[in-house]
């Protein structure tokens, strides 16, 4: 719930804002195309996406909860995984199609939560943290360059772990759209009652 006393410069925001800067510098290393640089942007996306789960959590433990951070929070979200998702579908290693699933469900509900934010604001169900999870664990397995840094068959399979994760992360995405989309349905429908 949020808090209007709680101030907009805030630690939760701050963190919201500052994984929003480094979305452009992680882009940025990978495209760099060295070992070096995409190992960077590993870490630099898996702090980013550990900023995600503490932001949160600050925000509701301290009641730091604004309307910025509820705005702010998942745009900073989806520009981190979708733009990594688009980096590893541009190197190979994930099949643009799951890439595209994923973009068009995760863009459109945005757009959902948006339009129905005036009627009700629905909460994230456990299954769409555990979207996020397998979202940002298998982008996680496949930005790491282990082709550069383990022998080629450990690479091979450290890219299929992730690869299945992802498999996981596309069904838990779609079917966690459609539930949403379920429930937006029903609100709309009681408050025409």
């Known amino acids: 719930m949020v808090n209007p006393n709680a101030p907009l410069f805030n630690i939760a925001n701050v963190l919201t804002i500052g994984r929003i800067i480094l979305v452009p510098?992680?882009?940025?290393?990978?495209?760099?195309?060295?070992v070096g640089y995409q190992v960077a942007a590993t870490i630099i996306f898996f702090i980013a996406g550990a900023t995600d789960q503490l932001d949160g959590y600050l925000a509701r433990r301290h009641r730091l909860v604004t309307?910025?951070?509820?705005?702010?929070?998942?745009?900073?979200?989806?520009?981190?995984?979708?733009?990594?998702?688009?980096?590893?579908?541009?190197?190979g290693l994930l099949p643009w199609w799951v890439t595209i699933v994923i973009i068009v469900r995760e863009l459109g509900i945005t757009a959902l939560r948006f339009v129905m934010?005036?009627?009700e604001v629905i909460a994230a169900s456990k299954g769409g943290k555990l979207k996020t999870v397998l979202q940002m664990l298998g982008v996680f397995m496949l930005l790491i360059p282990w082709a550069g840094l383990?022998?080629?068959?450990?690479?091979?399979?450290?890219?299929a772990i992730g690869w299945w994760i992802m498999m996981?992360?596309?069904?838990?995405?779609?079917?966690?759209?459609?539930?949403?989309?379920?429930?937006?349905?029903?609100?709309?429908?009681?408050?025409?009652r």
């Not at 705005?71 to 590893?88: E, F, G, H, R, T």
């Open 117 to 119: 934010i005036r009627k």
């Open 25 to 34: 510098i992680f882009i940025w290393c990978y495209l760099h195309g060295s």
């Open 150 to 159: 383990v022998s080629s068959s450990t690479a091979h399979v450290a890219e």
């Open 67 to 91: 309307n910025f951070g509820k705005i702010a929070d998942p745009i900073a979200d989806k520009a981190l995984v979708l733009s990594a998702m688009i980096l590893v579908s541009a190197a």
């Open 168 to 192: 996981a992360a596309l069904v838990v995405t779609v079917v966690t759209g459609l539930d949403y989309c379920l429930q937006a349905v029903k609100v709309a429908r009681n408050d025409q």
